[in-house]
Nanobody, 118 residues
Framework: QVQLVESGGGSVQAGGSLRLSCVTS????????MAWFRQPPGQEREWVAAVGTRTGDTAYADSVKGRFTISTVALQMNSLKPEDTAMYYC?????????????????WGQGTQVTVSS
């Protein structure tokens, strides 16, 4: 099993920055990619960004491209907007499945809340 624990959420004004961390433990050798998803209130979970843990390849949703930076341990969020307000989840997966689909991920953290005020 793999355990994921997120931290770093909070409240910030528009234009500000936050850094979300994701600490992994357990059978981490099973992990081939990590991603961040977010779920705004009353909406479905959406993909934010992903990184290949063996290749270092990264990908971003259009809505965050140029503002967010993902690594295997964190998500740096700059120039935050009110529409970034959501519960943010770290996720990890093994081989197979597309890294933008929640169903591809076997392991999830408990989530951390990000609130951006205008």
């Amino acid at each position: 099993q793999v355990q994921l624990v997120e931290s770093g959420g909070g409240s910030v004004q528009a234009g500000g920055s936050l850094r979300l961390s994701c600490v992994t433990s357990g059978a981490t050798d099973r992990i081939y990619a990590m991603a961040w998803f977010r779920q705004p209130p009353g909406q479905e979970r959406e993909w934010v960004a992903a990184v290949g843990t063996r290749t270092g390849d990264t990908a971003y949703a259009d809505s965050v491209k140029g503002r967010f930076t993902i690594s295997t341990v964190a998500l740096q969020m700059n120039s935050l907007k009110p529409e970034d307000t959501a519960m943010y989840y770290c996720a990890a997966k093994g081989l197979g499945g597309h890294w933008s689909r929640p169903s591809s991920f076997n392991y999830w953290g408990q989530g951390t809340q990000v609130t951006v005020s205008s």
